[in-house]
């Protein structure tokens, strides 16, 4: 019978605990903007700017692609920004920055870097990148 | 008995939850957003290798031999080459192009008076229609910055959205041997 106890208290204890991250997970992300990334690797090299998406035109193999974004925080209080990519497009998509902090006004550009090396598949190739503002970051944020 | 007495731990645990969560709420709320500006500018970089003008060496009766990419060889054994390189807008807006070296004509090909330089035209009819820099003409490359502006108004229509760019190397019979290696950088700006 105690034993029977003892097994119901640890799974109420997880059950808690689970209930505590997920309300600081819900608390702390206050939002997440996600924009589509876009580049064709292959023949000759092409820009195009679209200025509500990274897109990165045309790159041919061997060469490489800088766009960049400004981030401001416009809310009263500290944020942490996280930037994520999808798997489509992580590893030729580089991130100049990440999971930093940014005080009520202060703003940052970040710079997305993509490298078609001399062997990459040719084709067009298309992922997202999510930003994510959070309050506390680093466990809260549901990253790790 | 005992059980009762986790069941009481447990429900009150669960009560302080709920009210931290409600306090958060209440009062842990913030105004504002965030705004992300996706800047209209973009950098494609090149080695110079992709325009690759291959081996040679300047004859023993010339001080120095000029090579381009529009098939001229004058004073060297290269092989005549007829490949500078295209650029086009698959946007769906007019550009500004630039165009940067990664090293000057001493530092890319050393020697007494190197040159290194660059023409552009249109390779569509009409795609660039405010040239910066005089179209057909050579002019030495630019390392800073973003270099020199060769269009202020590349189109971006079907047929008129590409122009082309040429390179030219005065290379002195006293050059650096060897391999020689330099990063183009092409960059686009809409506004």
């Not at chain 1, 019978?1 to 997920?22: D, H």
């Not at chain 2, 842990?28 to 996706?38: A, E, L, R, Y």
């Not at chain 2, 990419?69 to 004058?74: A, C, E, L, S, W």
């Amino acid at each position: 019978m105690r034993a029977r106890g003892s097994y119901l208290f640890i799974l109420l204890g997880i059950l808690l605990i689970l209930a505590w991250i997920l309300i600081f997970i819900n608390f702390n992300v206050l939002e997440e903007k996600e924009y589509a990334v876009k580049f064709e690797v292959g023949g000759t090299p092409g820009f195009d700017l679209n200025s509500s998406a990274l897109t990165f035109g045309r790159l041919p193999a061997g060469s490489s692609s800088t766009r960049s974004v400004l981030i401001q925080n416009d809310y009263d209080t500290r944020v942490f920004v996280s930037l994520f990519s999808s798997k489509s497009v992580s590893k030729m998509l580089v991130i100049s920055e990440n999971d930093f902090f940014l005080e009520p006004q202060e703003s940052k550009a970040i710079s997305f870097f993509v490298y078609a090396s001399p062997n990459a598949s040719l084709g067009e190739y298309n992922g997202q990148v999510k930003i994510r503002i959070s309050r506390y970051g680093g466990l809260m944020d549901g990253k790790h | 008995m005992g059980n009762i007495k986790y069941y009481t731990v447990v429900f009150f645990l669960l009560i302080f939850i709920l009210v931290f969560a409600i306090h958060l709420n209440s009062t842990g709320k913030v105004v504002g957003s965030v705004n992300v500006t996706i800047y209209t500018l973009a950098s494609l970089n090149f080695t110079i290798k992709s325009v690759d003008f291959g081996l040679g060496s300047v004859y023993r009766n010339s001080s120095s031999a000029v090579i381009d990419t529009t098939g001229n060889v004058v004073g060297g054994n290269w092989t005549p080459i007829n490949n500078g390189f295209i650029v086009e807008n698959i946007g769906n807006t007019n550009l500004s192009v630039f165009l940067k070296s990664g090293k000057n004509a001493v530092e890319f090909l050393g020697g007494t008076s190197p040159g290194y330089y660059y023409m552009f035209n249109n390779f569509e009819a009409n795609s660039c229609t405010e040239n910066a820099t005089a179209m057909n003409s050579w002019f030495a490359l630019n390392n800073s910055g973003l270099g020199d502006e060769l269009c202020e108004n590349m189109q971006y229509g079907q047929d008129e959205d590409s122009i082309r760019i040429d390179l030219r190397l005065i290379v002195p019979a006293d050059a650096i041997r060897g391999e020689r290696e330099d990063i183009l950088t092409v960059t686009g700006t809409s506004s």
